[in-house]
């Protein structure tokens, strides 16, 4: 199972970008994609996160401004970031809690993508 994320890439704040990831290989079910970032010299935190249900979970800082959305059937999950501050410059990563078989489910991590917003 591998994860392809894109559509990082520099802004000015204020603008928008939009993140994709796409999960391939043998894959039975994909009950969490999600995304989330890492600052210089800190930990990997949450951004947002959407259930396979519709559930979704977001950080605060970015509710209101940033949607998180997936199309199941191409195993893809979005992060349509608005409103971009130059404190979301980070490494962006995409996550998936993914099932290869029915019993069994485990992290995957993509390679992450960098968002860099200027004032």
């Known amino acids: 199972v591998q994860l392809q994320a894109s559509g990082g890439g520099s802004v000015q704040a204020g603008e928008s970008l939009r993140l994709s990831c796409t999960a391939s290989g043998y894959i039975f079910r994909i009950p969490t994609m999600g995304w989330y970032r890492r600052f210089p010299g800190k930990e990997r935190e949450l951004v947002a996160t959407l259930g396979d249900d519709g559930s979704a979970n977001y950080q605060d800082s970015v509710k209101g401004r940033f949607t998180i959305s997936r199309d199941n059937a191409k195993k893809t999950v979005y992060l349509q970031m608005n409103s971009l501050e130059p404190e979301d410059s980070a490494v962006y990563f995409c996550?998936?809690?993914?099932?290869?078989?029915?019993?069994?489910?485990?992290?995957?991590w993509g390679r992450g993508t960098q968002v860099t917003v200027s004032s």
């Open positions: 996550y998936g809690a993914i099932r290869p078989s029915p019993n069994y489910e485990y992290d995957y």
